[in-house]
């Protein structure tokens, strides 16, 4: 049997890739954040219910325990800001089950960096200033003007409802519509992803950057709430930075609060439960950590693959990195 064992990307683009990552480290070394590593295993995951955690059985000094692959290094990060680390960013490798395709892969790169003391809207212009930077490098061409998109007005515009106060069976019969898929049992946020993903998210990011703001509160995560200044609806405190339809970032003026982070993941494994998935272990360390006191910031998580196939045209993540899967 032929086992194909050569790299899913040319060493010629191995190379540019090196390059741009030390332009990354730049970026942050000129800013003096800190660059830090931490663990890929962890004692909790990922209990949002639309990521998929792995995890492995390992021999420790507490017995054989079961360890979770980590899907950002977030966590730990936390831990750090709460020690007293001050800024600090990570190149992680990290990991989501089933999540392989030509903007996927199932082990990546993930460059998360946190700003103790800043708050969102620098962070949004600190995030487009580093991908004005990498693109800029990599190819020759700048990604254009920075934009500021509500989520509300995103789904006004392209689907003409508001996703704050549509029905949940207009919701679903827009999903089914629009996404060719049966959406009779989804929820709203489950209707509300499958449009964003198949209606909205080609079009962001056309001729410039388009960071998306004030998104449901129900998809906060590890997020703040705030008041829409529209009709005082609470709405997470996040971006996602989308450029030429790719979500290339995700950030959050972080949640410090460890008894409503609790309460977070114990509704995320209500909600895994309810949809069939299996629950994901909590981390109590991190809620330790908060519990301490995590000082106010904000932090974003950047895909850089995808930044990297950006800047270097490719028409996929495989094609800059070594071994994408299934070659690993």
């Known amino acids: 049997m032929s086992i194909d064992w050569r790299p899913s990307a040319e060493i010629a683009t191995l190379r540019e890739r090196a390059r741009l990552i030390a332009e990354v480290r730049a970026f942050f070394a000129e800013r003096d954040v800190l660059e830090v590593e931490t663990p890929v295993l962890g004692h909790g995951g990922s209990t949002e219910v639309h990521l998929a955690s792995l995890s492995a059985e390992a ?5 054989r325990e079961r360890l979770w692959l980590q899907t950002s290094p977030e966590f730990a990060m936390k831990r750090l800001l709460a020690a007293g680390s001050g800024p600090i960013f990570q190149l992680a490798r990290s990991f989501r089950d089933g999540e392989v395709g030509r903007r996927h892969n199932l082990e990546f790169t993930m460059l998360e960096w946190y700003r103790p003391g800043l708050g969102l809207e620098a962070l949004i212009e600190e995030t487009a200033a580093l991908v004005t930077r990498v693109l800029g490098r990599g190819a020759g ?8 998109r509500r989520y509300r007005e995103l789904f006004r515009e392209a689907l003409g409802i508001d996703p704050f106060t549509a029905s949940l069976a207009t919701l679903r019969r827009l999903a089914g ?3 060719g898929l049966s959406m009779d049992d989804s929820d709203r946020d489950g209707c509300l992803d499958l449009l964003m993903s198949f209606v909205i998210e080609p079009e962001l990011g056309r ?4 960071a998306v703001v004030d998104y449901p509160a129900s998809q906060a995560a590890l997020a703040r709430h705030h008041r829409d200044p529209e009709d005082g609806a609470s ?3 996040r ?12 950030g959050y003026d972080e949640l410090t609060d460890a008894a409503e982070q609790r309460a977070r993941f114990t509704e995320d494994n209500a909600a895994r439960r309810a ?4 629950e994901v272990a909590v981390d109590e360390r991190l809620l330790a950590a908060l519990e301490s006191g995590l000082p106010a910031g904000s932090g974003v998580a950047l895909g850089l693959d995808r930044l990297i196939q950006l800047a270097l045209g490719k028409a996929s993540v495989a094609e800059v990195m070594a071994f994408a899967t299934p070659r690993c």
């Open 275 to 278: 949809l069939g998935l299996a």
């Open 141 to 148: 061409d700048k990604p254009g003007p920075l934009r500021r």
């Open 177 to 179: 519509e629009r996404g």
């Open 235 to 237: 709405v997470a405190s």
């Open 207 to 210: 001729d410039g950057l388009d």
């Open 59 to 63: 021999t420790t000094p507490a017995g």
């Open 239 to 250: 971006f996602e930075l989308y450029l030429d339809g790719l979500e290339l970032a995700n």
